[in-house]
């Protein structure tokens, strides 16, 4: 469950589960993004024992871990949801803290 949940967040950034989960992969979340800024063979090969994919491992190393920079930590958030209907477990949102930025080329308007 947890590898499954922490490919989840690498790949769409924010995942939504209940608040018990939610904390146990924040811990493994910190620590692999904090192998991946040391950009050594190690710590690719131990990304990869909990990752299992060679393109995700490519994509949080190249992509991900560049835009916390110098940061030591805080690299996920846990935000409260609320409670589910069916079961009324509390809910969250796990997600990076440092989001994706998206390229936007603002159209001039045309001049007459």
Do not use: W
Not at 26 to 48: G, H
């Amino acid at each position: 469950m947890t590898k499954n949940m922490l490919r989840s967040l690498f790949i769409h950034e924010h995942i939504k589960t209940t608040i018990t989960k939610a904390k146990h992969v924040r811990r493994y979340a910190e620590r692999l993004i904090r192998f991946a800024q040391d950009k050594s063979q190690a710590s690719n090969r131990i990304i990869f024992e909990y990752l299992q994919d060679r393109n995700l491992v490519k994509h949080l190393v190249n992509e991900i871990a560049p835009r916390f920079g110098n940061h030591n930590g805080g690299y996920t958030k846990v935000l409260r949801l609320g409670h589910r209907s069916g079961d009324c477990a509390e809910m969250a949102l796990l997600e990076l803290t440092v989001k994706k930025h998206k390229e936007t080329t603002k159209k001039e308007p045309e001049k007459k």
